[in-house]
């Protein structure tokens, strides 16, 4: 079912080492051997197991597969707890003309398309790389700037 990710997977674990990783949805089944994650890095948990299950651990990167029979609720629950709590890193896999997965929905939150594979697309979210600090945020553009950096209301 799952589509040949071994480079971005090869990627993703450059990033973020042998830290721990998450394989969610309704698809646990990822080839993750092909870039030799240990197993003992990684937990497998559906989307009900995942949304029922109490806050424990912030894993370095999660992984779900994403296909049109997917109920849509449950999906977009996990997909947001997995990008606001669970995870720095997120790697969702949606098919490449799905009707409910758009590219207007993938974007909403927050992700950005990047790669196209034989018939899917694989969507990033990188909480590190998210928003860019603004060129106007520092002490010139500051109303007193000598108080830059000396109090916080």
């Not at 651990?57 to 049109?68: G, H, Q, V």
């Amino acid at each position: 079912m799952w589509p040949d990710i071994t480079p971005l997977l090869q990627q993703l674990k450059a990033e973020c080492s042998d830290k721990a990783w998450l394989i969610t949805g309704n698809h646990l089944d990822c080839p993750l051997a092909s870039v030799g994650l240990d197993e003992a890095h990684l937990q497998r948990l559906n989307s009900k197991e995942l949304l029922n299950r109490p806050f424990t651990e912030r894993f370095a990167a999660a992984l779900m597969l994403i296909d049109d029979n997917d109920e849509a609720q449950n999906t977009q629950l996990t997909i947001g707890r997995l990008r606001d709590v669970l995870a720095e890193r997120v790697l969702v896999l949606i098919p490449e003309h799905s009707q409910q997965w758009t590219t207007a929905t993938m974007l909403g939150f927050g992700f950005k398309r990047i790669a196209a594979l034989n018939g899917w697309q694989a969507w990033g979210f990188d909480i590190h790389t998210y928003k860019e600090v603004p060129d106007w945020l520092n002490a010139k553009f500051w109303a007193n700037p000598q108080n830059w950096g000396k109090y916080w209301w």
